[in-house]
């Protein structure tokens, strides 16, 4: 069962052609890069190359070697790698299945392509020797943006990712540069919680993007910002322009850390900042947030 995804035409010219070197021996080109998924096991990207020596000829009719390893975009580590020796045709071209070829480290169908997004993509790292045996003179490594993410798509009503909803319980007044979320209260199921300080912290417990939302009532002005491992995320600020107007924002907030402490602060430099409690005779719940791991 073909996949035809949105991105593949850029990966198509991006993915090798950036990695291209001379060397005293061949030079590769990459005429095509594919994908497909098989609908039984096991599954595989497919790939073509055009083989050239170094004067620019064709390499043809002739078996080359090479080595494909797949690496962890967060940690480098390479957690598949195997080899193939296709054979050019007459126009220099080779075609191969890269999760088909001889296995050298890992398993394929295995690969953790869930947790990982566009800041941290799994790399590709293509090694070629044209002569055909293990001495491979061409190499270079490429984010894989989004042809794995098909492989994705099996396992991502499957995975849940730390989450964590916090609101007030009364209202409270606090002083620039202090915690606005040191009388909140969490709200999560048991599981997958985002744990919550006592001292107004919340701990992101993996490496990742977390979207983070929150909507505090303000009893006058004020102004509010995310700081991530005491670092103030300055995109993150919100502040009220009127009296009594609720701050609401949004963000996303990278950490490549994990137990990452995030807190929303009063961002004033000299002004307290006070929050309303909840409206009781209407059980309503009047400052909130709430923070989602979506990679």
Same mark, same amino acid.
């Given at each position: ?66 080595? *494909? =390893?797949?690496?962890?975009? $967060? ?7 195997? @080899?193939? &020796?296709? %054979? +050019? ?48 003179? *061409? =190499?270079?490594?490429?984010? $894989? ?7 994705? @798509?099996? &396992?991502? %009503? +499957? ?137």
């Amino acid at each position: 069962m073909a996949v035809n995804l949105k991105n593949l035409r850029s990966l198509k010219t991006n993915i090798m052609e950036s990695i291209l070197r001379k060397t005293g021996v061949a030079l590769v080109s990459v005429m095509m890069i594919s994908l497909s998924i098989v609908a039984q096991s096991p599954e595989g990207m497919s790939y073509q190359a055009v083989i050239r020596g170094i004067n620019g000829n064709l390499v043809i009719n002739k078996t080359v070697s090479m080595k *494909i =390893s797949i690496l962890d975009g $967060l940690t480098g580590n390479v957690v598949y790698a195997e @080899t193939h &020796t296709p %054979t +050019t045709n007459a126009n220099g071209l080779i075609s191969l299945t890269i999760g088909f070829g001889t296995v050298v480290t890992g398993t394929f169908s295995e690969i953790n392509w869930a947790l990982r997004n566009t800041a941290f993509p799994n790399r590709i790292t293509i090694e070629t020797d044209p002569s055909g045996g293990t001495n491979y003179t *061409i =190499s270079g490594t490429n984010q $894989l943006l989004s042809v794995p993410y098909a492989f994705h @798509t099996k &396992t991502a %009503t +499957t995975t849940t990712l730390p989450f964590g909803h916090f609101y007030t319980t009364s209202g409270q007044t606090r002083p620039p540069g202090l915690d606005i979320s040191f009388n909140f209260t969490r709200n999560p199921p048991p599981q997958y919680l985002i744990q919550y300080g006592f001292l107004g912290d919340f701990s992101l417990p993996t490496a990742g993007t977390y979207q983070v939302l929150f909507k505090l009532n303000v009893i006058g002005t004020g102004a509010v910002v995310l700081k991530l491992n005491n670092e103030v995320l300055p995109y993150t600020r919100v502040a009220s322009t009127s009296a009594n107007s609720p701050l609401i924002g949004t963000a996303l907030v990278t950490t490549t850390v994990a137990e990452s402490k995030l807190r929303l602060i009063n961002a004033s430099s000299d002004s307290d900042i006070t929050l309303d409690g909840p409206d009781t005779s209407e059980n309503r719940l009047i400052s909130t947030m709430t923070i989602i791991q979506i990679h």
